[in-house]
């Protein structure tokens, strides 16, 4: 780990979630953070910051492409080399933190959360984890997370979604 005299990523994407989710108890503090600030919700890949999007592909083992929203990706394990295996449901963030909230198709399908931090230009993983239930938008993310739905755990040192 690096050291410096600034205040470490996980503290300020801890503190951007903690402003998302102002005001509960059960969500984790990275994603909560996000949702209590004033964020930006992007609608399409190409929205999202050039430098989460490409530490987000990085930690993919397999296949580093996402599909936007509502476009075709391998859901399952019937899959067509054409598409990707990823496909993006929602993503948010500020100048300093962003969640993008993604399926991940194959054998067997699953939705992740991950969450950076943004620092100059790079990216780094603060958190990565799932919700409880499948929502669709950054309302319902938010609901999720008033009922300790959200996972966050810490981020992975190889490629492994």
């Given at each position: ?11 300020v ?54 599909a ?39 054998r ?54």
């Open positions: 780990m690096r050291r410096s005299r600034t205040i470490p990523a996980a503290l994407g801890a503190a951007f979630l903690s402003r998302l989710f102002a005001g509960t108890t059960s969500m984790p503090s990275p994603v909560k953070e996000i949702l209590g600030t004033a964020y930006v919700q992007a609608t399409t890949v190409e929205q999202i910051p050039r430098l989460a999007l490409t530490a987000l592909l990085n930690l993919m083992k397999h296949d580093p492409r996402m936007n929203p509502g476009d075709p990706f391998n859901a399952t394990d019937v899959v067509d080399t054409a598409v990707p295996m990823h496909r993006l449901v929602l993503a948010a963030g500020s100048s300093e933190s962003w969640l993008i909230y993604y399926e991940h198709g194959g067997g399908y699953q939705r992740h959360l991950v969450v950076f931090t943004l620092s100059g230009d790079s990216a780094e993983c603060c958190c990565v984890g799932n919700v409880g239930k499948q929502v669709e938008s950054i309302g319902a993310l938010h609901k999720a997370g008033k009922k300790g739905l959200i996972t966050c755990d810490p981020c992975p040192k190889e490629p492994y979604l």
